[in-house]
Structures are given as structure tokens and as C-alpha cells.
């Protein structure tokens, strides 16, 4: 347990450097207590780094610079988890450059729960909320943790859906672990903390950088043992997540789409080159050789009151109109979007644009 101090020391600069320099200051002095014994000088020469970068080592190689910042980790929360410790995901540790370690928010599901990531398009279309949805939801449900990174668009539906189906998620950042990227999502953060945990190799107050992303999609395949797509452009940056998944020995999974569409151009192209097509989530599961039983895992219930419960019902995966609505239900007009407003601060309906709504 003592060396696992100094692999936090050496992560807590993962902002400042990358994987690759962790791993190769790692590797040539064979433990991070031998890199923070070593000399400030000869670090510096033997690891190439800027003299900025230099310096912020050099003048944290103390260990009251570990014990104020375990003191800082343990009152907001956050667990330090080093790859050298028994409860760090053996799939993570087995990836080229993994993590020195992971900063985590919430509890890590044990390692043998099988995971399988879901991803696609931020500006996703009606579509790929939908595949989403019908994924994540019956997978979460049957046990399988579902990961993704928390961005807008399929990644958070991914999540939602993992929760509202009684299931465990994991979101992994592509910033320091207590920054909220992007920051509407904070209560989502706090609902995955809650049902799973959100996880970073970044430590706290490191910002959101471009190069962070590339870095983040590793780890959301490594976790995994298949990488779902429901929906991307040809050039989108799932296709980043899917290399780390070919690379990482990962299967890989899509949803075909309408040939007409941009935005369904990225996972039929995968699927020509040899990617799983799916239709449902069974399909996962089979090709993942993961056991289920047919019955699953209870919804996470919310109340409703009968007039609540009346507009629900009548709502499906097909967006339903305002005017629809109205019809089915017998209510008037002003009723409805009152109800409709109480679902979506349940978080049981979306509203689309045009003013329609469907059952999440």
C-alpha cells in the first residue's frame, strides 16, 4: 500500500504530462518510488520534460505534498485507486500505456461484471437517442455496467438509461475528476456517482483540453470487453474509441442506419469493415458470451399520480405530439403540458424538438 503513494504522486501531474511519459518514467526507473528517491536534476534530464514541468515535480517531491492531497481526495470524496492495487480493473491494466492509476467517484463495480461501452454523435439524432436507449436500458437491467464519457447526446442517454433500468454506469472524463465536462451535467455526475462511479486519470482541477478526449476513449474501451456505437458521422470522434477498441482486442458492435442519413454514415461504415451489427441487446450479449436470465433486474421506481401515470402511459420510443397526447388522454391542453413538464423533471420523458415527446 506504502508504494501506492507514490504512484498518486506521479499521477497527480496527469494533466501536465501523458500516459506515455507516466509509463516511460515508470519503466526506466522501475517503480514511482524510485522516480520521486530520484534526484531533481537527473529526473528532469532522464524524463525530457520542460522546465516548467520540471520544476512543479521537483518542488512537490515531499510527502506532506501526498498527505495534504490524500487529506484533500478523502474530504470531497474521491478515491485514488493505483494500478498496482488488487481492485483496479484487470482489463484497464492489460492496455498499451494504461493509467497509472484512476481518481474515482462513487464504487467501482467488481472487476469480473461484465462492461460494455456505448457510444456515438454528441449531435445525435432521434435515432440514436432511441438505439440508446434500447440498449442500454434491457443491458443494465440484465447486469451489465454500462460505460461511456459522459458527453452529450448518446453517451448521457447511455447513462440515464443504465440507471433507469436499475443498473450500474461508469463515466470516464476527459478532465480532472471533480470538473463537470459539460456542466449541465452535474446531476447526472451525481446519479452515476450514485449507481456506479465516475472515474479520470486526471486529478481534481485539471481542465478540459482536446488532447484530454483521445486519452479518455482508451480507457472507455479498456474497461470494456465490447464497444457499442448506435450512431456516428464518417469522421466522428467514436471513431477514436473504436481504434483504442481494435487495438485493445475489443469487440466491436453497431447499429445500422438509414443509408440516407450523415450521422448513420459512421456505423455502416463499420459495419463494412467488419464491426457486429446489432438490433438488439441480446445480439451483445450473445456475441459476449455473457449468461443472463430472461428476468430482469427491477425498473428504478418513481411514483405517479394517476394523471401522471395517464399521460406516461400513452407515450412510446416514437416521438407523440402535443395534439396526440391530448387526444389519447381525454385532458385539455393545459393539463397536459403541466404533466408532461412534472415527467421531465422525473426524468421519465424528453421533449423533442417541434414539441414532441417520448418515453425515456
Known amino acids: 500500500m506504502r508504494d501506492n503513494i507514490y504512484m498518486l504522486w506521479l499521477s497527480s501531474f496527469m494533466g501536465y504530462i501523458d500516459a506515455r511519459k ?13 522516480a520521486f528517491l530520484a534526484k531533481p536534476s537527473e529526473f528532469e534530464r532522464v524524463a525530457n520534460l520542460k522546465p516548467q514541468t520540471a520544476k512543479r515535480f521537483n518542488d512537490n517531491r515531499n510527502l506532506e ?8 481526495l478523502e474530504k470531497r470524496g474521491i478515491a485514488y485507486i493505483s494500478r498496482d492495487c488488487e481492485h483496479f480493473p484487470t482489463l484497464l491494466r492489460e492496455i498499451p500505456d494504461p493509467p497509472g492509476g484512476i481518481f474515482c467517484m462513487g464504487t467501482l463495480p467488481p472487476d469480473d461484471t461484465p462492461k460494455v461501452a456505448i457510444i456515438g454523435s ?5 435515432y440514436g437517442i432511441m438505439a440508446a436507449r434500447l440498449f442500454s436500458k434491457p443491458l443494465a437491467q440484465v447486469g451489465v455496467v454500462i460505460v461511456s464519457g459522459m458527453a452529450r447526446g448518446v453517451d448521457s442517454m447511455a447513462h440515464e438509461c443504465a ?3 436499475g443498473g450500474k454506469t461508469i463515466a470516464v472524463l476527459g478532465c480532472g475528476i471533480d470538473v463537470c465536462y459539460p456542466g449541465e451535467n452535474v446531476y447526472l455526475r451525481d446519479e452515476i456517482a450514485a449507481n456506479g462511479c465516475v472515474i479520470s486519470e486526471y486529478p481534481p482541477r485539471i481542465k478540459p483540453h482536446p488532447a484530454f478526449f483521445p486519452a479518455r476513449n482508451r480507457i472507455i474501451s479498456g474497461l470494456s470487453r465490447g464497444v457499442l456505437v448506435t450512431e456516428a458521422g464518417i469522421r466522428s470522434g467514436t471513431s477514436i474509441t473504436v481504434m483504442h477498441a481494435t487495438e485493445q482486442g475489443r469487440e466491436v458492435f453497431a447499429v445500422p442506419g438509414n443509408i440516407s442519413s450523415h450521422l448513420s454514415k459512421g456505423t455502416n461504415h463499420l459495419i463494412s469493415e467488419g464491426a457486429t451489427p ?9 456475441s459476449l458470451d455473457i449468461p443472463y436470465e430472461e428476468k430482469k433486474k427491477p425498473e428504478k421506481k418513481i411514483a405517479l399520480a394517476q394523471g401522471e401515470k ?3 402511459d400513452t407515450l412510446s420510443f416514437d416521438p407523440a405530439g402535443i395534439d396526440m397526447i391530448v387526444e389519447k388522454t381525454g385532458h385539455d391542453f393545459g393539463n397536459v403540458m403541466l404533466v408532461l413538464t412534472q415527467l421531465e423533471i422525473k426524468g421519465l420523458v424528453e421533449k423533442l424538438p417541434g414539441a414532441r415527446y417520448i418515453k425515456i
Open 310 to 312: 395517464t399521460v406516461y
Open 22 to 34: 507516466l509509463n516511460f518514467i515508470l519503466k526506466t526507473y522501475g517503480s514511482a518510488r524510485e
Open 122 to 126: 454528441r449531435q445525435c439524432s432521434e
Open 163 to 165: 440507471i433507469l433500468g
Open 278 to 286: 446489432v438490433a438488439d441487446y441480446t445480439d451483445v450479449l450473445f
Open 65 to 72: 505534498y501526498i498527505e495534504e492531497l490524500l487529506a484533500k
